[in-house]
Structures are given as C-alpha cells and as structure tokens.
C-alpha cells in the first residue's frame, strides 16, 4: 500500500525514483542491497519492506528479524557507503502500548511482540549505522487503496454480515497511506536541504479513535446504520501476539522541523473514501 502511494506521489511531483518490488530486491541480501545502492545512487532511500504479519512472526521471529532488522541494517551499510539518507519505515509496536496519553518520539521502548521486536531491532539499526542520516518514521493502524486492510475489511463485511462486534478498547489513529506517503516525501527534501535532523518522527493521523469507533464511521460513510456495529473487548479476539491497547503516537517533531502534522483520522478517511470503495466493490 505504503510503496505504491509513494512513488505515485514522487511521479506526481516530478520526481525521479525507482520503486524495487522484493521481486527485484531482497532486503536480507547484504551485497544485493550494496550493489542496488550504489547502481541508483539515490539521495534518499525509503524502505517500505516489511514482515507485518504480526501473528506469525511470534512462532518465526527469526524469519521476521531477517527482514525487519536484518534488512534495514544492510540498507544502512549500503547509505553509509554512498551518502544516501535512509527513511524507515516502523511502528507503534515498539512501545508497550498500555499508556494513558500518546507516546512522544522519545518514549522509552517496550515491545511485547515478536513483531515489535524485530521492528525496533530494524530502528536500532538505522540509528546506529547513520547518525546523521537515518530516519525512524513510525506509524500504525494504515489503510489504503494498494493492499489489504482493516477499512477494505469492514466495507467488503458490511455487505455480507448482519451485524458486527468490533474491539472497543484499543486506541488507535487510522493512517491513509497517501498521507504518510506526502510526510515522507517532504521529510525526504527537508533531509537532503539540511532542515530536519535525523532521528525519529511519528507518523500517524490526528485524533484518535477505537477500531469500533473506526467501523462506525465506515457504516455512516456506506449510508448504513452505525447500530449494527457492536462493542466487544480484545478478550473476544485472543491472538498470539498482544495488540497494543494504545497504539496513540504524539508528533511534536514534525513541528519542530516546520512540517505539519497529518490531519484528522476523520477528515482523511472521509477523502480515501471513494477509492477505498471502489477498490473493495467494483
């Protein structure tokens, strides 16, 4: 979802990239990567590959830290070696997500998952090998037109389901994809004008909401009745990894480097909305 947004945002504005699937570029290949950075010599390089399978990296951590550490660290020996700054792409699953208010960019980490694991280990990485140059941009709760998704999810179960109960106590800020995609674009120029220091942002929607609160709002959007969308507790959904009860992120710092905030959760799902739609019924 994430990749697709944001070269078409860089096509938008004129922008020369290249967009390396995992069918061209496997992130865990050490020389792979040095040899596809130093072919493109980008200025900036944005890594959107990921394992986000949350639950099956608790039985194949080992598998998911290749990816979600190992790869962020080849490409920041490969950014090293050229002068490239490296964004990366992380999440909200590094923090425990048990706190009452929204996690700044310099909460202490406690993941509670394999997942979350493996991702700070990929943050850890990119700081280390590029103090100057690495970009930790976490986001969380991402919906878009390029993939599957929670929003897609609930558009395609209105149409078959009655009624849905939808966990009501885990809070979170919707992310449209295109919007984290422009944040990056412009915490990419920021980086190579000498704007925005390195380190780590947050990327995620104002507000907040629950994932009922969330469906509620998709029910009125599809002209619905949001009473057919029902509160229940995470105790109805176990899963084998731990979903944060609080995946809210504060974004002091895009401020501080003069770059706005993303908008409200609402007002951006109101806009994705018809894509959303057309994607999921044709």
Not at 136 to 160: D, Q, S
Not at 173 to 191: F, I, M
Not at 237 to 264: F, K, M, N, Q, T
Request: charged share 25%; aromatic share 6%.
């Amino acid at each position: 979802m994430l990749g697709r947004d944001l070269t078409a945002r860089l096509a938008a504005d004129g922008v020369r990239s290249v967009g390396l699937t995992r069918r061209d570029l496997d992130v865990t290949d050490a020389e792979a990567v040095r040899r596809a950075v130093a072919e493109h010599r980008p200025d900036v390089v944005v890594n959107c590959a990921a394992w986000t399978a949350v639950d099956d990296a608790e039985t194949r951590e080992a598998d998911a830290l290749r990816i979600n550490g190992g790869g962020p660290r080849n490409l920041a020996a490969a950014c090293a070696g050229t002068g490239a700054r490296l964004l990366q792409v992380s999440t909200d699953y590094v923090f425990a997500g048990d706190s009452g208010s929204p996690y700044p960019e310099d909460a202490p980490t406690a993941p509670r998952s394999a997942y979350g694991r493996t991702k700070l280990a990929g943050e850890q990485a990119v700081l280390a090998a590029l103090p100057d140059a690495g970009y930790v941009v976490r986001t969380a709760w991402l919906y878009g037109v390029g993939g599957g998704n929670f929003v897609r999810t609930m558009i395609r179960l209105e149409g078959v389901k009655d009624t849905l109960d939808v966990v009501d106590d885990q809070r979170g800020q919707p992310t449209w994809t295109v919007d984290l995609a422009d944040r990056l674009v412009r915490l990419g120029h920021s980086a190579l004008a000498g704007a925005a220091p390195a380190g780590i942002y947050h990327g995620t929607s104002g507000g907040e909401t629950t994932w009922f609160g969330l469906t509620r709002e998709i029910f009125r959007l599809l002209g619905a009745d949001p009473e057919r969308v029902r509160p229940t507790s995470s105790a109805a959904y176990v899963r084998p990894a731990p979903r944060p009860a609080c995946s809210v992120l504060g974004h002091d710092r895009w401020s501080a480097v003069g770059i706005e905030p993303i908008r409200d959760w609402r007002e951006a799902l109101h806009e994705a909305f018809p894509a959303l739609l057309a994607a999921e019924r044709p």
